[in-house]
């Protein structure tokens, strides 16, 4: 959970920072969009690698899939907004990392780690998609 938090912290920090001009609002509202996106790309990856490895199928039709896919981004999003936004998750984390985050001199170096594991899903998805050709549907 620690990493997920970090991964959180160093998306929200560079949103706050870039948007100064703005209220923190957006800023959370970006981060926690990033987040559930990611975390959808997660689920996804692991529905994608189950069916494709172990169950050797697909989704019927390419509007089941794209349902299914909605549907997963769309529940994540509110869960996480939930979470974040309304019961200020979002600002403990902040408050726990920033102090560490404000004497670190490779603030960028977190950053790239952070942006990393938001597009890890897509990728792996990508090259599960590239090294385990299937039979679905085009």
Do not use: C
């Amino acid at each position: 959970m620690k990493h997920f938090e970090y991964v959180y912290f160093n998306i929200y920090a560079h949103y706050q920072q870039r948007n100064q001009d703005l209220t923190t609002f957006p800023a959370r509202l970006w981060t926690m969009y990033i987040i559930s996106m990611s975390i959808g790309g997660w689920v996804l990856f692991l529905q994608a690698a189950f069916l494709r490895l172990i169950r050797h199928a697909w989704f019927s039709t390419q509007s089941l899939g794209m349902s299914f896919a909605i549907f997963v981004y769309v529940s994540t999003a509110l869960i996480f907004y939930r979470i974040f936004i309304l019961n200020n998750y979002d600002e403990k984390i902040y408050n726990k990392f920033e102090p560490s985050w404000t004497k670190n001199p490779n603030k960028l170096n977190g950053l790239l780690v952070s942006i990393l594991m938001v597009v890890a899903p897509y990728l792996l998805l990508l090259s599960l998609k590239i090294f385990f050709p299937g039979n679905h549907l085009q």
